[in-house]
């Protein structure tokens, strides 16, 4: 099952590694089985008409890597290169890697490129279509909502945000360092097509994405994720959002996973 | 310049089909030309600088050529990180046009002063930085670099004047020595080779041959005939209408050291923040010793300490 073989290489490698974003990573690990397990379409990582996916909370490239290595885009021996001297491959993703359309790191800039790519896709009358995920905690950023009135504005309906709204940042929880609520509103009022959905739910998920009209506007998928999904002692703990792990935990939390899939 | 910058665009554009408009909703009088002619090329995006480079960024990744048009502070500082981790990082042909150098926007005041673009610009490795002399050096500059495949900062000012000297010529990476001489050399950022040369011109029936040379280029940088220039002269004053550290002064110093030059440095330039001085170009750069008297008066002084 793809979410599980991404969760396993993303505590294998960050335990490898020793590095955190652990729990941000694993939240997404559903909605990138979604994509790239029948949305995203792409004859090759480098084939200029293929949907492009941007990853704007780019702390959680771990999990993108995974991806990217189970459909057989990034190799074994590379991945296992995840934050050695000298390795492509960091805590966050740089484009030079395969299958990784831009470089992201700082939050608030994802969605940005994602409108010129949006915008570009329509000036060459391709069909191709972007997907930008961001953090709930990113849509703090000022410059994001510059994107989010552009991409309304020019109806671009080839775009697709999909929020990862875990309710967590680096410090505390969305609701008490700056509340987005209610950010499925905001987003509407803002002029785009909102759906709100579980994103742990894979068939949801591909359905909701899949099934997104072309007519107007461009689209919002709201995915109601929790922090660290499928590590019991993880869920929803604002520490593993830099915590590397123990070997005891790394253990624990791989007996999970295997016993989920089981 | 700035309409001889957009002229250029136009015929660049008329050649090449990658090229795109994007403003941050200025540039009334200069972009309407653009706008009218490739309607479909051209997006006022609002006033919203970060997106616009953002924006540029998806553009040029599906194979465009976006130049992105606001005032020079608006284009370098609110975007600034847009801008490395956009097109510096993804090495992508975003042109970043930047218009008003220096003091150009007066009774504006300080925050349309563009007194720190340079150095903000010239401090990423990859970014080619242009400043053009006058409005033919902009011209030859738009067409010298269509091709460049990364990104380009244009700081485009808002004056007329032409340097006849300069003839027009733009080779990045190189200084334009318009004149030579023995005793100083006056190096000059973009426009202000009109302040060196006037300078020049009061110095020589003083007795003092004052070589001058002109930068409109930075990454690539013109060291070799900075470096050349400097080993010729006992002394050298540079000139721009910009902060005093990180830009055309700096550059300068870092040739000197670097080489070993036995040369002394003054450095023309704006030494403080505007604050509450506005007024008209002329007074802001009387007022900051950015004429061809005020060059004058530090050379001669320079020179007779040296001999004393």
Aim: charged share 20%; glycine share 10%; proline share 5%.
């Amino acid at each position: 099952m793809l979410a599980t073989k991404i969760r396993k290489t993303i505590l294998t490698q960050s335990k490898r590694a020793n590095v955190g974003h652990i729990g941000s990573c694993l939240s997404i690990a559903d909605i990138l089985a979604a994509l790239y397990g029948g949305v995203l379409r792409f004859a090759s990582p480098d084939d200029e008409d293929r949907d492009r996916l941007i990853l704007s909370k780019g702390h959680a490239a771990l999990a993108l890597f995974g991806a990217l290595n189970a459909i057989g885009v990034i190799t074994d021996d590379l991945l296992e290169t995840f934050c050695s001297d000298g390795s492509p491959l960091g805590t966050h993703p740089e484009h030079v890697v395969p299958g990784i359309d831009f470089s992201t790191g700082s939050l608030g800039l994802g969605l940005s490129f994602g409108c010129g790519a949006a915008l570009a896709a329509r000036m060459q009358n391709s069909d191709r279509r972007v997907f930008v995920i961001v953090s709930d905690a990113e849509c703090n950023e000022g410059a994001l909502w510059e994107s989010v009135m552009f991409a309304a504005h020019h109806r671009l309906s080839n775009l697709t945000a999909i929020v990862d709204m875990n309710g967590q940042q680096a410090l505390g929880y969305t609701r008490d360092v700056l509340d987005l609520s209610p950010l499925e509103g905001r987003w509407r009022a803002f002029g785009w097509d909102v759906h709100c959905v579980d994103g742990h739910d894979r068939v949801a998920l591909e359905s909701t994405l899949s099934e997104l009209d072309d007519g107007d506007a461009p689209h919002v998928v709201i995915a109601k994720t929790t922090f660290g999904k499928g590590v019991s002692f993880m869920e929803s703990q604002i520490s593993w959002h830099y915590w590397p792990m123990t070997d005891d935990q790394f253990l624990t939390a791989i007996a999970e996973l295997e016993a989920q899939e089981a | 310049m700035r309409s001889a910058f957009i002229q250029s665009l136009v015929a660049l554009a008329e050649r090449d089909p990658r090229v795109v408009l994007l403003t941050g909703d200025l540039g009334f009088t200069v972009i309407e030309d653009f706008a009218e002619r490739f309607p479909n090329r051209f997006f006022n995006v609002g006033v919203a600088e970060q997106n616009m480079l953002g924006v540029a960024t998806g553009l040029a990744e599906a194979g465009y050529v976006p130049f992105v048009y606001s005032i020079a502070t608006f284009a370098t500082m609110r975007p600034y990180e847009f801008i490395r981790n956009g097109p510096l990082l993804h090495g992508l042909p975003v042109r970043v046009v930047g218009v008003g150098s220096g003091l150009d926007y007066g009774p504006n005041g300080i925050t349309h002063y563009a007194l720190e673009d340079v150095a903000l610009m010239r401090a990423q490795p990859e970014m080619m930085v242009v400043v053009p002399a006058d409005p033919d050096q902009a011209r030859a500059a738009v067409v010298a670099t269509a091709d460049v495949r990364g990104p380009i900062y244009f700081r485009v000012g808002k004056g007329a004047q032409s340097i006849p000297e300069l003839g027009g010529r733009f080779s990045p990476g190189r200084a334009d020595i318009l004149r030579e001489g023995r005793d100083i050399a006056l190096i000059a950022l973009g426009p202000a080779a009109r302040i060196a040369l006037d300078a020049a011109d009061l110095l020589a029936p003083l007795g003092v041959e004052a070589a001058v040379a002109v930068v409109s280029s930075f990454n690539p940088s013109p060291t070799e005939d900075i470096a050349g220039l400097l080993d010729r002269v006992p002394m050298a004053i540079t000139v721009e209408v910009h902060y005093v550290n990180g830009g055309l002064g700096s550059f300068v110093a870092e040739v000197i050291a670097e080489h070993g030059l036995d040369v002394r440095l003054l450095r023309s330039a704006v030494h403080e923040m505007p604050r509450a001085r506005s007024g008209s170009q002329q007074y802001l750069l009387e007022h900051y010793g950015l004429t061809s008297r005020a060059v004058v008066d530090s050379a001669l002084a320079s020179l007779a300490l040296d001999n004393s």
